[in-house]
């Protein structure tokens, strides 16, 4: 299986950009497809981003798109969340999951991620 460790979350104004990093370790990195999710302690987990493993498609949330953008280093075993114009609502605590599975409808980068970081946690001021 996957182990997966998220880094580069931090304070930072609303109109500001932050880059997140997601490094796996264990079985094959391009083997997975892998998603971000974030969650306010007072909401419930959403998905925001993800990219499939074969073909590097990749599918966004509708409060992120055009904003966010989901890369994956192959090469280095690191899955990536530029965050651009962040915006107070963006503020949670963010984390990558991965999956063994190729992904071709929205439904299924949504859901179902066997493997889950510990999270980085992410304020945007106003």
């Known amino acids: 299986q996957v182990q997966v460790v998220e880094s580069g979350g931090g304070l930072v104004q609303a109109g500001g950009s932050l880059r997140l990093s997601c490094a796996a370790s264990g079985r094959t990195f391009s083997s997975y497809t892998m998603g971000w999710f974030r969650q306010d302690p007072e909401k419930e987990r959403e998905f925001v981003a993800a990219?499939?493993?074969?073909?590097?498609?990749?599918y966004y949330a509708d409060s992120v798109k055009g904003r966010f953008i989901i890369s994956r280093g192959d090469a280095k075993n690191t899955l990536y969340l530029q965050m651009n114009n962040l915006k107070p609502e963006d503020t949670a605590d963010y984390y990558c999951?991965?999956?063994?599975?190729?992904?071709?409808?929205?439904?299924?980068?949504?859901?179902?991620?066997?493997?889950w970081g510990q999270g980085t946690q992410v304020t945007v001021s106003s």
């Open positions: 990219i499939s493993r074969s073909n590097s498609d990749t």
């Open positions: 999951a991965a999956k063994e599975f190729t992904c071709l409808t929205p439904s299924c980068f949504r859901s179902n991620y066997p493997y």
